[in-house]
């Protein structure tokens, strides 16, 4: 039986590059469609256009021949909010409609947990009402809305919810904690750290995804949360970081009120490195339920939350040199550090 082809949109992306190199294990032909040039070792093993997701001609070409579509293309929440809608409704529609009309078995769409709002419960649930903060939140609730609307068409579309997910390529604000644990110093933290905040292993939602492509139509065509089986606190997680540091340093923790009240007028500024979600939440609790995910998909994480932040800390050591000095708005560079670059040399 000949491998089915799939289509990762935002393939050149951390998760996109990830789930690439997962398939390609597998045997599958693999297309990309990014923004971003596909420059990685694997760029002569796949068909890579550079093309936007807004753009329907770029998906209809990306589209052709294709079994499977991965829509991981998003814009991410430093992005402008007009970027935001435009990528994530405009973007997803344009996928979908484009999916329906080649023939496509399965279309599996990427969501996030930022779609739960600032909840007053945990675990959460599939089934729980949605409430997305922010422009990146109310995009991420509406965009599953349209992937409901291609559901009734009779078109299969799986929805994951995955929660943060770290890893090898991943970057962005998890650069913050592993280039002060590179240097020796102590890692501030926004409250007590005593909150259990879920993460999860790229390698873990790559098989989840492929699960989804791969299992009865029936039984994956609905939604499904997505994180790491196994969390501790927040501060004991990000301790492991440190300790795999060797340096002897440690989460040192502030009182939240103060901070976050501190970091909005920083955003205000442009001199804050965190947007308004992370630092939102990140005294808060935040984990949710994968008993559905483990029930109908047989999903089994394999890594811990230490263990996934160890495993990404330690590829940052070993690529550090190649973007060192570079920073930007994506998972796949460095976010600036502002006016922490500043505060770590008190730590």
Known sequence: MTPSTFLITGGAGFLGINLVRYLLERGHPVVSLDIADFNYPERNRVRAIKGDIRDRSS???AMEGVQIVVHAAAALPLYKKEDI????????????????????????????????????????????????????????????????????????VPIIRPKSFVGPERLGVFALLYDW????KNFPMIGSGNNRYQLLDVE??????????????????????IGAKE????????????????????????????????LRILEALRLSPLYKWV????????????????????????????????????????????FEGASGVSHRVPWKQGVLRLAKILF
């Not at 279309?107 to 903060?133: K, R």
């Not at 492929?210 to 499904?224: G, K, M």
């Not at 559905?292 to 550090?320: C, Q």
């Open 59 to 61: 998906v209809d070409r």
């Open 204 to 225: 873990d939602l790559c098989e989840a995804i492929y699960r989804c492509a791969t299992l009865d139509r029936d039984r994956v065509n609905d939604t499904f949360n």
């Open 279 to 322: 630092y939102e939440t990140a005294a808060t609790d935040s984990f949710v339920s994968i008993e559905k995910a483990e029930r109908v998909l047989g999903f089994t994480p394999k890594y811990s939350n230490k263990e996934a932040l160890v495993r990404n800390y330690r590829w940052y050591i070993e690529h550090v040199q190649e």
């Open 85 to 156: 809608f435009s990528t994530d409704l405009d973007g997803t529609r344009n996928v979908l409609q484009s999916a329906l009309e080649h023939g496509v078995e399965r279309v599996i769409h990427i969501s996030s947990t930022a779609v739960y709002g600032i909840p007053d419960h945990h675990p959460l649930y599939e089934d729980d009402p949605l409430h997305g903060v922010g422009p990146y939140g109310e995009a991420k609730v509406k965009a599953e809305q349209i992937c409901l609307e291609y559901r009734a068409k009779g078109m299969c």
């Open 181 to 184: 644990a590179k240097d020796g």
């Open 231 to 262: 969390f501790t606190t927040m501060r004991e997680d990000y301790q492991a970081v440190l300790d795999a540091a060797g340096f002897g340093k440690k989460i040192i923790p502030f009182p939240a009120a103060p901070v976050i009240w501190t």
